[in-house]
């Protein structure tokens, strides 16, 4: 069963002439400017570009920054990691995810914390270890709790209801999924969606799907 890992949103060759030529155009720039360009050509379809200022905002960081900006530091590698996901480079996408999660822990704030366990959980998942992906999508889920995230609460129990039928642990993955009934938002098509297709995958585990004739 392919598992819908969801990310809480590279084999890309940066080139150092197009990162130099992006540090010199950005010099004088706030690191929110450069974060909002980044997502930008994230956002248009063009992730290796994206990438390059993503790189350009992690490279700013410095213990000298204020918190808000150290808070779009971890979030630039948060998002580079996930360019590197999406292209399938996982080892660069964990090692970035890691990263920024280490920045995101000496923030004041850490209500995106959850995010980052989700997308790191992801990545073990990839590799086929299952408990270590669980474990880190429970540490994912209890700051979702803590600070009122729902829509990442969504993503992290969907992952944890589609891991555990892959290991066939149907008990924990009905628990999952309805805890992440609870929290779903039936406006969201794609939380919606991945209700209906994990609750799909819970009765392929317990063979109770009807035999097509």
């Known amino acids: 069963v392919l598992l819908m890992l969801l990310p809480s949103c590279a084999g890309a060759r940066v080139l150092a002439k197009d990162y130099l030529h992006i540090v010199k155009k950005t010099s004088d720039a706030s690191i929110d400017y450069i974060m909002k360009k980044a997502d930008y050509y994230f956002n248009a379809g063009h992730p290796d570009t994206a990438l390059v200022y993503y790189m350009v905002v992690c490279n700013r960081m410095n213990d000298k920054l204020l918190d808000k900006d150290k808070r779009q530091c971890a979030l630039a590698y948060l998002r580079k990691g996930n360019v590197f996901y999406i292209k399938g ?6 090692s970035a995810y890691f990263s920024g ?18 997308n790191i959980a992801n990545v073990y998942c990839v590799f086929g270890d299952y408990v270590k992906g669980l474990s880190y999508y429970k540490k994912g889920y209890e700051f979702c709790h803590k600070y009122g995230d729902k829509a990442n609460a969504y993503k992290i129990l969907a992952n944890m209801t589609a891991v555990s039928t892959q290991i066939g642990k149907t008990k924990e993955a009905r628990k999952y999924h309805r805890m992440s009934e609870k929290v779903k938002n039936p406006a969201d098509k794609e939380n919606c969606y991945m209700s209906i297709f994990n609750f799909a995958l819970i009765l392929m585990t317990e063979k109770k799907l009807p035999r097509s004739h």
């Open 89 to 94: 480079n996982y080892a660069d996408a964990l």
């Open 101 to 118: 999660l280490r920045i995101n822990n000496d923030c004041k704030a850490k209500h995106e914390t959850g995010r980052f366990y989700n």
